[in-house]
């Protein structure tokens, strides 16, 4: 069984930054896609960021371009998330998710396991 563990979420200024991390164990890691995902309270989940099987790939959604950044350690188990000149709207609970595949996606329902999340909130 996959468990992912998010962590690394908090409270911080507009302009600020975070950075989270996702553990994952169960699977051999390496070989799989993994996904940053979030969720405003009343809105959907949405997608922010992917990643393919070498961290050779990303994706991002076009509101976070420029300030976010995906990565991974496959050596660590861990995949990434810098967040960066953060703003109000980046306010969500934020979730890692993996793909049984190599290569990223940008749709949840792709996702084959997803972790509890992580909350961020940016104050103005």
């Known amino acids: 069984q996959v468990q992912l563990v998010e962590s690394g979420g908090g409270l911080v200024q507009a302009g600020g930054s975070l950075r989270l991390s996702c553990a994952a164990s169960?699977?051999?890691?390496?070989?799989?896609?993994m996904g940053w995902f979030r969720q405003a309270p009343g809105k959907e989940r949405e997608f922010v960021a992917t990643?393919?099987?070498?961290?050779?790939?990303?994706t991002y959604v076009d509101s976070v371009k420029g300030r976010f950044t995906i990565s991974r350690d496959n050596t660590k188990n861990k995949v990434y998330l810098q967040m960066n000149t953060l703003k109000p709207e980046d306010t969500a609970v934020y979730y890692c998710?993996?793909?049984?595949?190599?290569?990223?996606?940008?749709?949840?329902?792709?996702?084959?396991?997803w972790g509890q999340g992580t909350q961020v909130t940016v104050s103005s």
């Open positions: 169960g699977r051999t890691f390496s070989i799989y896609a």
């Open positions: 990643i393919d099987w070498s961290g050779g790939a990303s």
């Open positions: 998710a993996m793909r049984l595949r190599s290569g990223g996606s940008v749709r949840k329902g792709d996702y084959n396991y």
